[in-house]
């Protein structure tokens, strides 16, 4: 069972940088999609930016991004392991949410019922 540990969430004030954390317990094999997601008090879960990799060949596909963080956020995977990355970059207060990790064995997709494996969520809360 694949779980996964977010950290890096807490204050910011906009414009500064922020860089989340997401740890998978296992080595992945095959092609495997990690990302981001949010949910904003009263809001539904939304995309926010995925990455997807094939361990075997070392190919990291291109990542995607929701548009609103698109030229903003930067999300980057570590080696070959289930390891990814979030910099957050000039943050605003729209961006204030519980930011959560997800895995899916396979391709990518933007909807969150495709990922079996969730982090619990780590909080990113942005003042003007």
């Known amino acids: 069972q694949l779980q996964l540990v977010e950290s890096g969430g807490g204050l910011a004030q906009a414009g500064d940088s922020l860089t989340l954390s997401c740890v998978g317990s296992v080595r992945t094999f095959g092609t495997f999609t990690m990302g981001w997601f949010r949910q904003a008090p009263g809001k539904e879960r939304e995309f926010v930016a995925t990455i997807t990799w094939e361990p075997w060949s070392g190919s990291v596909s291109r990542p995607s991004y929701a548009d609103s963080v698109k030229g903003r956020f930067t999300i980057s995977q570590v080696n070959t392991e289930a390891v990814v990355n979030l910099k957050m970059n000039s943050p605003m207060p729209a961006d204030t949410a519980k930011y959560s990790c997800?895995?899916?064995?396979?391709?990518?997709?933007?909807?969150?019922?495709?990922?079996?494996?969730w982090g619990q969520g780590t909080q990113v809360s942005v003042s003007s």
């Open positions: 997800a895995a899916l064995p396979g391709e990518t997709s933007r909807r969150p019922n495709d990922y079996p494996y």
